[in-house]
């Protein structure tokens, strides 16, 4: 057999899904008469990508039309095939899909283009809040070509590169699928910061190869200690992505001094129940010391607004070096890698297909409370007529890095960085918001302009007789909520 076509079946073969092999090999002939004496730009025939973007969706544990729509995906735009022969051949699902991939991918970051650009992007939205399965192929697509930007002319590796930094990677990692959103962001990294990513390299290779000896010494002693009691418990090691590493050495209190980053080299510590994990953390604390201040975050009991589940253990290790280390259940690392796509059904909308466009445009379309965000910008979408407005709130609120916060409760809220007490406030209630009086941050009076961590937990004070927001507050609040509800307040 074609050894393009056994590799794929025996990727699909894989999965815990089971998965039409007869359908997907129709598919596999379509897209290779399709693209019959096509070839990339690196000289492989063409089906190899669409392969290995079906590959990937059946790694990520897809269903047989998201594969089968991954081997189609390029089979109109770039190839020799018409719409209505997929339709004919393969059902309005998969065209759906293939279509909606098409549209994701005329979205441009031209800076001069920004009408256009929103314009793609709220369809994008619209195809999106109907199957997330559209941006999954398209995540897979947009890997596989960044796994070969080499090829092409450095004009478009730039604009590759900055399209995948800006959007491709903040919508893996906001999807949940960090992994995915780390890997993207590492081969942007090299093509937009050349000297920066040499330099990081460089420095960090040696201390790699140290932190390996010292945490593998360290695995050996976790084996010992958990062995008896958790027979099962899995010790994986894993190496911070380069991006995000650059990133954290950029942030104020790290100002580029690796001794703290903790995170170099960390081990992850994989067992089958939440209450094993707990079981775990009693162990290692019982031998190995929690670091005062930095100590331990509970996930578990308090999940990210992404779902993301985990301990997170900061712990004197062998000769008194600090060991950051993850516990979590294997349910809880595939969602944590994988994010939607571990389980894409859940977040599917209940009406697909019987909602119109129009309907979704009104704002009539239900998102899993997991994926707020999507909600939100759907919302917004609707309401915020002016492009330059609604192109800000996306990139800013839906796109940049976030902080998570507390209240003191323990709610945890996701905002972005710069917001301040009074974002906080109009995130939990816009009420709450038109009442800040002052506000307490990890136990300490702030001014309201203060600028929340990660982390932080947050106490708002209100003055009751409050009605309005002050006019200040729009000097220091980042956040479309807080900005739009304030202004909307101080006209009435
Ligand atoms: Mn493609």
Not at 65 to 89: M, N, P, R, W
Not at 239 to 262: C, E, M, N, Q, T
Request: positive net charge; proline residues 4%.
């Amino acid at each position: 057999m074609d050894p393009l076509l056994s590799g794929l079946l025996a990727a699909v073969a894989s999965t815990s899904r089971s998965v039409d092999k007869n359908r997907v090999i129709k598919a596999y002939d379509f897209a290779r008469l399709a693209h019959s004496g096509q070839t990339r730009k690196s000289g492989e025939p063409y089906l190899v990508h669409p392969v290995t973007v079906a590959g990937t969706l059946a790694s990520w544990n897809l269903d047989t039309t998201a594969i089968i729509a991954g081997l189609l995906h390029d089979t109109v735009e770039e190839g020799s095939a018409q719409a209505g022969d997929i339709q004919k051949a393969f059902g309005e699902d998969v065209w759906r899909l293939v279509n909606g991939v098409t549209i994701v991918t005329g979205i441009r970051l031209t800076g001069n283009k920004d009408a256009y650009f929103v314009e793609n992007l709220r369809k994008m939205l619209l195809v999106m809040a109907r199957d997330l399965r559209v941006v999954l192929i398209k995540l897979a697509d947009r890997l596989h070509n960044m796994q070969t930007l080499q090829y092409l002319a450095p004009d478009r590796q730039i604009v590759n590169a900055r399209e995948t930094l800006e959007i491709y990677a903040p919508l893996a990692e906001r999807l949940g699928m960090n992994e995915i959103g780390g890997q993207l962001e590492d081969l942007a990294f090299p093509y937009l910061y050349p000297g920066e990513h040499r330099d990081l390299v460089k420095l960090i290779q040696p201390l790699f190869k140290s932190a390996d000896v010292y945490i593998e010494k360290f695995r050996r002693q976790l084996v010992a200690l958990l062995q008896p009691k958790l027979p099962s418990a899995v010790i994986n090691i894993r190496h911070k992505h380069l991006y995000s590493l650059w990133r954290k050495l950029a942030r104020p209190d790290i100002a580029g001094d690796l001794s703290k980053v903790h995170d170099l080299v960390a081990a992850r510590v994989l067992v089958d129940t939440a209450d094993q994990c707990y079981q775990a953390l009693g162990l290692i604390h019982n031998q190995f010391h929690p670091v005062p201040y930095l100590g331990m975050r509970d996930f578990i009991a308090n999940p990210k607004p992404n779902g993301y589940r985990s301990l997170h253990l900061n712990i004197f290790g062998p000769e008194g070096r600090i060991v950051e280390l993850q516990v979590r259940t294997h349910a809880m690392h595939r969602q944590a890698e994988m994010g939607v796509a571990a389980h894409w059904q859940m977040h599917e909308l209940k009406s697909t297909g019987k909602l119109s466009s129009q309907d979704i445009d009104k704002g009539k379309f239900q998102v899993s409370d997991k994926l707020t965000w999507v909600k939100q910008l759907m919302a917004w979408q609707a309401e915020i007529t002016d492009d330059q407005a609604y192109l800000e709130a996306l990139k800013f609120d839906a796109l940049a890095h976030r902080n998570l916060v507390f209240s003191p409760k323990g709610d945890v809220y996701d905002l972005p960085h710069g917001a301040t007490p009074v974002d906080f406030a109009y995130a939990i209630h816009t009420g709450l918001g038109h009442q800040v009086a002052g506000a307490r941050v990890n136990s300490q009076q702030v001014a309201l302009s203060h600028l929340l961590k990660n982390g932080d937990v947050v106490e708002i004070i209100v003055d009751r007789k409050r009605t309005q927001p002050s006019h200040e507050w729009l000097d220091f609040v980042v956040t479309t909520t807080a900005r739009r509800e304030i202004a909307k307040s101080l006209k009435t």
